[in-house]
Nanobody, 124 residues
């Protein structure tokens, strides 16, 4: 079983930056592929980026060049650095672990473990 806890959400002005963290615990989590998803108001959960245990990454077009995913294995933490934020980036952000497929953008049905989410609000 893997537990995921996100933090780092908040409110920011358009053009600003935020870094989200996802603390992972439980058996095997360091070998899993992991990803970040977002759910905007009134929308379904959309995949943003994912990272495998070799360090390979993929990004959805909507965040490519602005967001960076990384993993600190020593701290058991997945990070999402978000730059040049836009009002349309507003939503609840979730980290996920253990994917069954590598798809671009990542798809929520491919992931087994989920955090509870953290809210990001970008003011125009």
């Amino acid at each position: 079983q893997v537990q995921l806890v996100e933090s780092g959400g908040g409110s920011v002005e358009a053009g600003g930056s935020l870094t989200l963290s996802c603390a992972a615990s439980g058996y095997g989590h360091t070998t899993y592929c992991m990803g970040w998803f977002r759910q905007r108001p009134g929308k379904g959960r959309e995949g943003l980026t994912m990272l495998d245990n070799n360090g390979d990454t993929s990004y959805a077009d909507s965040v490519k060049g602005r967001f960076i995913i990384s993993r600190d294995n020593a701290k058991n933490t997945l990070l999402l650095q978000m730059n040049r934020l836009k009002p349309e980036d507003t939503g609840t952000y979730y980290c996920a672990a253990q994917c069954s497929r590598w798809r671009i953008p990542p798809q929520p049905e491919d992931f087994t473990y989920w955090g509870q989410g953290t809210q990001v609000t970008v003011a125009s």
